[in-house]
C-alpha cells in the first residue's frame, strides 16, 4: 500500500469526513439556530472542543557536509510569537479554502485506492473466469 492508499475499512469513516467538511459551516449555523450563549469556530480557539489537533512547525535547516554533518537553522524570527499569532489568523481567514481543498484531497485519495482495488479485482475475476474456462484434467 502506498502513501495515498488507505486500508478498505477507512473508506466509510473519511467519506463520512469530506461529507462534515463541506457541510461544516452549514451545521455550524443550524446549531446557532437555537439561541447560544456563546459559540465559536476556528483553529486554536479552545482545546476544548477540538475536532482535530496538530502540531506545525515551521523548519529550515543547512548543512554542508555528509552524512552526520552538522547542519544550521537558516530562517529565524525575532518574534515568533507574533508570527504564529499571525498564522494562526491567516488560517482563520482561509478556513473554507483550507477545509475545501482537504476535502478535495481525501476525495481524491479514496477514488484513487477504490479505482485501484476496483482494477485488481476485475483482474482476479479474469483469472477465476478463465480457470472455470479451463477442462479438467483427469489423473
Given at each position: 500500500?502506498?502513501?495515498?492508499?488507505?486500508?478498505?475499512?477507512?473508506?466509510?469513516?473519511?467519506?463520512?469526513?469530506?461529507?462534515?467538511?463541506?457541510?461544516?459551516?452549514?451545521?455550524?449555523?443550524?446549531?446557532?439556530?437555537?439561541?447560544?450563549y456563546k459559540h465559536g469556530m476556528g483553529f486554536n480557539k479552545d482545546p476544548r472542543f477540538s475536532a482535530f489537533s496538530l502540531e506545525v512547525s515551521f523548519d529550515s535547516w543547512g548543512g554542508y557536509g555528509y552524512e552526520d554533518s552538522v547542519c544550521?537553522?537558516?530562517?529565524?524570527?525575532?518574534?515568533?510569537?507574533?508570527?504564529?499569532?499571525?498564522?494562526?489568523?491567516?488560517?482563520?481567514?482561509?478556513?473554507?479554502?483550507?477545509?475545501?481543498?482537504?476535502a478535495d484531497d481525501l476525495a481524491t485519495i479514496v477514488r484513487a485506492d477504490l479505482g485501484a482495488q476496483l482494477?485488481?479485482?476485475?483482474a482476479r475475476i479474469a483469472e477465476l473466469e478463465a480457470l472455470s474456462n479451463e477442462p479438467m484434467t483427469k489423473k
Open positions: 500500500m502506498n502513501s495515498t492508499q488507505m486500508p478498505t475499512k477507512d473508506f466509510d469513516a473519511l467519506r463520512r469526513t469530506v461529507r462534515q467538511l463541506r457541510e461544516m459551516n452549514q451545521r455550524y449555523l443550524e446549531a446557532l439556530r437555537t439561541p447560544a544550521a537553522t537558516l530562517i529565524q524570527f525575532a518574534a515568533p510569537d507574533e508570527v504564529t499569532s499571525a498564522f494562526v489568523r491567516y488560517l482563520d481567514r482561509h478556513r473554507d479554502e483550507i477545509f475545501a481543498e482537504i482494477a485488481e479485482a476485475k
